[in-house]
Every structure is written in structure tokens, then in C-alpha cells.
């Protein structure tokens, strides 16, 4: 199988590309490559890593391959799901990671993007979190990794609603850092990952951690932990998931009853 993720070294800054054509589906293969290539760039001799598509991408990456997501009576989103060790790799990397996203982001993308440091993104760019459409119970961590880079109403618009959220709010509500014209993405990225790279680099690893610990300090108690985990097991061994998972398949739109 060929590489899905290539990686290309300027100036002590590892540029990662996702090549999973047409969509860059985050599959299982894909994931692996994308931590291989994580742990491949580490300091010193790497500062900064830059995370993109491949120039031009109508879409920079669709979330997950609903095809690998279980049928039935398993959840899909477990704390091996590929999507949480990408999560991991790039929140724990010792080296700031720059998302440079031009295209469409939809569901489990969102997050991965989101997960790095700095975003930076081309005018026209949309972000859609899409579990509502699928009918999958996103799991806490996914969801307290969105309240960590923006407000509670901004969050809940995104995952009712499901609909593509412009650039421009985006940075309104400080999801993203920078949106450019796609013809300056890559000079505006290169020129913010210099910046980094000419820092020090012990430094930037330990208010990477001291920033991690921070953003995740939200106590829960077991019950509460237990108590969501059966509310998400019973969307999971739902109808409701069934029709979610078949609609896809059979490109329509799904019909929820809520059972």
C-alpha cells in the first residue's frame, strides 16, 4: 500500500501531507502513516511540524472512513479509535503543530485539525462537525477537545446543526488563527513555522505540555463518566445508527425516529 502521508523537511520544519485521494478519508492506514511521520520529526533537528492536504485540495480531509466504523453493538469510538491516537500524537508531540487547511474539513477532521497548535486557513475554507448526520455518539474527549479552542454556543451551533461554518467565523470566534487568500496559505504558514522554529525549542516542548495539562484539567467523577458512556451506548445500539451508517452507504439523506 502506498504511504498516505509524505513528509518534506525546509528549515528544521517537517511539512506532513495527507495523500488518501479523493478525500482524505482518516483511515486506519492513514492514521498510522501520520503518527509514523510525527514520531519521525522530533527536535532538535526538527522545530515545527506544518499539517496539510495536498496543494489545491477541494477537500482537506472528510473525518473518518464511515466504513470502518463498527454495525453493530460496538462503540465507534473507543480510546484506540484511530482518530484519538492521532489526536494524542499531535497534542503530546514535543514540537508545535501548525494545521495549514485550504478546502472543506467535515466531522472527525475538524477535531484533528483543531487538535494542533496554531491553525492557519485559506479564504473559502468550511468546517462541518457531522456526527448528528451519521448518527454517531461522539465520545467526551472529542467533545471537551472542541470546548477547549472556543465557547459553549459556538460548539453546540456546530453540532446540532451540522452545517459548514465559513472561515470567516471560524476566526470570529478565535477557532482559527489566521485566514488568507489561498494564494498566501503556504508563504503565511512558512513564515509563522520560521517564527517558531527559530525559538527554543525546550521551551516551546514544556509550555506545550504545561498548555495541555491546563486545557484538560476538568474534573469528573466515575459516576458521571459511567453515566454518559451508557447514554452513548444506547445511541450506538440504536435504529437510529443503523439508518445513519445505511444512509451513507446509499448517499441520502437519513431518517432519525430516536429510537
Not at 27 to 32: C, E, F, R, V, Y
Request: charged residues 20%; glycine residues 6%.
Amino acid at each position: 500500500m502506498p504511504v498516505q502521508v509524505t513528509t518534506e523537511v525546509r528549515d528544521s520544519v517537517a511539512w506532513l501531507t495527507l495523500s488518501n485521494p479523493p478525500v482524505n478519508a482518516l483511515t486506519a492506514p492513514l492514521i498510522g502513516d501520520l503518527t509514523t511521520a510525527l514520531d519521525d520529526a522530533r527536535p532538535p533537528a526538527i522545530r515545527a511540524v506544518v499539517l496539510r492536504a495536498a496543494p489545491g485540495a477541494h477537500v482537506f480531509s472528510a473525518g473518518h472512513d464511515v466504513h470502518e466504523l463498527p454495525r453493530h453493538g460496538r462503540d465507534p469510538l473507543t480510546y484506540d479509535d484511530p482518530l484519538r491516537l492521532a489526536v494524542r500524537r499531535i497534542e503530546t508531540h514535543p514540537t508545535p503543530v501548525i494545521a495549514m487547511v485550504e478546502g472543506t474539513v467535515w466531522g472527525g477532521a475538524c477535531e484533528l485539525v483543531l487538535s494542533c497548535d496554531l491553525v492557519v486557513v485559506a479564504e473559502g475554507c468550511t468546517f462541518a462537525l457531522t456526527p448528528a448526520r451519521l448518527g454517531v455518539p461522539y465520545n467526551l474527549s472529542g467533545t471537551l477537545n472542541l470546548l477547549k479552542v472556543t465557547e459553549m454556543h459556538f460548539v453546540k451551533e456546530m453540532l446540532f446543526t451540522a452545517q459548514p461554518i465559513p472561515a470567516s467565523r471560524m476566526a470570529a470566534y478565535g477557532v482559527v488563527n489566521r485566514v488568507v487568500p489561498a494564494g498566501e496559505l503556504e508563504a503565511t504558514t512558512a513564515e509563522l513555522a520560521a517564527d517558531i522554529a527559530s525559538g527554543s525549542p525546550l521551551v516551546h516542548q514544556v509550555m506545550k505540555e504545561e498548555l495541555r495539562v491546563l486545557a484538560n484539567a476538568h474534573p469528573m467523577t466515575p459516576e458521571t463518566h459511567e453515566r454518559i458512556q451508557a447514554e452513548r451506548r444506547r445511541v450506538y445500539d440504536s435504529e437510529d445508527y443503523q439508518e445513519g451508517l445505511r444512509a451513507f452507504d446509499e448517499k441520502r439523506r437519513p431518517v432519525f425516529r430516536g429510537r
